[in-house]
């Protein structure tokens, strides 16, 4: 199982990101765990000092940005 982390405060750019997140993985078919994470302290524990951020793994894969639905796709495939 894929662990997707959604990083953000709760911006509409970071509300996107988890709604595409969801898309992709829903249209991808595979198992995922996909998480929103809202807290300050877990969001820059992880490195990440710009919102919105995407991690699978454990990895950071995107910052700062909303990819498209495509590019979320090879990201979390």
């Known amino acids: 199982m894929k662990q997707i982390q959604i990083l953000g405060t709760g911006c509409p750019k970071c509300d996107k990101l988890a709604e595409l997140t969801r ?4 249209s991808l078919g595979g ?3 996909i998480e929103k994470v809202t807290e ?3 969001i820059t ?3 990440v000092i ?3 951020a995407l991690m699978v793994d ?3 894969k ?5 990819p498209d639905l495509d590019e979320i796709k090879k990201l979390i495939g």
């Open 62 to 66: 995107v910052v700062g940005k909303v």
């Open 31 to 33: 198992d995922y765990e």
């Open 50 to 52: 710009m919102t919105p």
């Open 40 to 42: 300050i302290n877990r």
């Open 58 to 60: 454990g990895t950071v």
């Open 23 to 26: 898309e992709a993985a829903a």
């Open 45 to 47: 524990a992880a490195g």
